[in-house]
């Protein structure tokens, strides 16, 4: 009786929000390229070879064929006229949970943590949900690239690398393990950051020291599999051992999440013995194992320039000026926009206040571009326009990370897109409805 009750309450539940649901995608999804686009007349911002003033890029098919200042149009092309805008790459935001995770109060609607400790066979892309109405909002800020990331346990699994375009996560997905992730345990329990998964627990809980074995034993166990399949030995398949083989040889990046200084050299020197592409994530404390990360070239991944200090006697603008003392310590960094999907689209945001407080303007823009490519091993396709990558960027009145600016058309993959997105829907509904009341009163 108890079951039917809940599963009637969930039906109720269900029919309630399905008219809403329906209605709050209101983006269109639009079909590969179809003709020769070329866009005329822009400043240009290639981001590796410089401003390109009253350019021209030429794309055919998703990829750019051509971008200069003295491009020959080919017969055919349809022209845009771009006089007095900007051409940016469209922004890429290295940690994410857009399309995995919609509305915080509704557990139904998240899928980033998975229970266990040990996940490397997770990838993100298999729950994308290409409806979300995260996508929209964040592209209308000009994020159309992200590495979506699960969450949860020692090793999360693989972060994901989503064009935000298209009608399922199969046509969305770029590289579907492109990283693998692991929350580094904390030796401290009583910040309540939790041991790697366990969080805060009633009765005992493993220690630090214990909790960074099992992951190195984690670690010696898919190796041993490798090795022994390599061999020609009968084994068991597994599917996370087999999933561990890219990370063990150095084919992607094992991104740690690491905040405190302790966390971030301990997490280096393991990876070190493992001999793996270490990438940071967090990485609050960072600039004091500055020397470290750039004699052993770690990059990191700044979850948030916008946050509160951790400590009593830090400065207001410690997390703001955080990019700008790993810059001057020549540490390489991208910057995300935060883990929730409602934070992706405040990424240029993220990188603008890094601006205000110091870092260089085409460091920043960097960071959430061509940096952030690099990092996860997408730099061939994505981060700067050159002849080759693909047709994804940005059409703006100035630069992205200003808010006073405006994406008036993106492109990802060479697809002209529906800027439409749930936020601007309901600001033109209740503007309608602002008018028909002042009409009422006048």
Do not use: C
Request: charged share 20%; aromatic share 6%.
């Amino acid at each position: 009786m108890y079951r039917l009750r809940i599963l009637g309450a969930f039906m109720m539940f269900a029919l309630a929000i399905l008219p809403a649901m329906a209605s709050a995608q209101v983006r269109m999804t639009v079909p590969p390229q179809s003709e020769t686009i070329a866009l005329q007349g822009a400043t240009i911002h290639t981001v590796t070879n410089g401003v390109i003033e009253n350019g021209t890029i030429i794309f055919r098919n998703g990829i750019i064929t051509a971008v200069g200042a003295d491009v020959e149009i080919p017969a055919g092309t349809r022209v845009v006229d771009a006089t007095g805008k900007h051409i940016y790459p469209g922004l890429i935001d290295a940690y994410s949970t857009v399309g995995i995770s919609e509305i915080g109060a509704v557990d139904m609607s998240n899928d980033v943590n998975e229970v266990g400790d040990f996940n490397p066979n997770i990838n993100a892309d298999v729950g994308v949900n290409a409806e979300s109405r995260h996508i929209g909002t964040s592209r209308s800020q000009g994020v159309l690239t992200t590495l979506t990331t699960p969450g949860g346990g020692l090793i999360s699994g693989m972060s994901s690398a989503m064009a935000l375009e298209g009608w399922s996560w199969e046509e969305m997905s770029m590289e579907s393990a492109a990283a693998l992730n692991i929350n580094w345990p904390n030796p401290n329990p009583r910040s309540g950051r939790g041991f790697g998964g366990f969080g805060r627990q009633s009765g005992p809980q493993p220690t630090y020291e214990e909790r960074v074995l099992q992951l190195k034993d984690y670690f010696a166990e898919a190796r041993a599999y490798r090795d022994a399949v390599a061999a020609g030995e009968t084994v068991r398949t597994d599917a996370r051992y087999i999933a561990m083989v890219p990370a063990l040889n150095r084919d992607i990046p094992v991104v740690v999440s690491a905040s405190s200084a302790a966390q971030i050299n301990d997490a280096i020197t393991w990876a070190k013995s493992e001999n793996l592409r270490l990438v940071i994530r967090g990485g609050d404390d960072a600039i004091h194992v500055a020397a470290r990360l750039k004699a052993e070239e770690i990059p990191v991944i700044l979850t948030s320039t916008m946050d509160a200090p951790n400590r009593e006697y830090e400065g207001y603008d410690e997390a703001y000026g955080r990019a700008a003392a790993l810059y001057e310590a020549g540490v390489k960094f991208a910057i995300s926009g935060g883990a929730g999907a409602l934070y992706t689209d405040r990424l240029p945001y993220e990188a603008g206040v890094a601006v205000a407080f110091g870092l260089p303007e085409e460091e920043a823009l960097k960071a959430v571009t061509i940096n952030a490519a690099e990092l996860m091993g997408l730099d061939d396709r994505i981060g700067s326009l050159e002849t080759g990558k693909q047709a994804t960027l940005l059409i703006t009145t100035g630069t992205p990370l200003d808010m006073t600016s405006n994406i008036e058309q993106a492109y990802i993959q060479g697809r002209e897109l529906d800027m439409n997105d749930i936020q601007k829907h309901f600001f033109t509904k209740y503007m309608e409805k602002v008018r028909q009341r002042m009409r009422i009163i006048s």
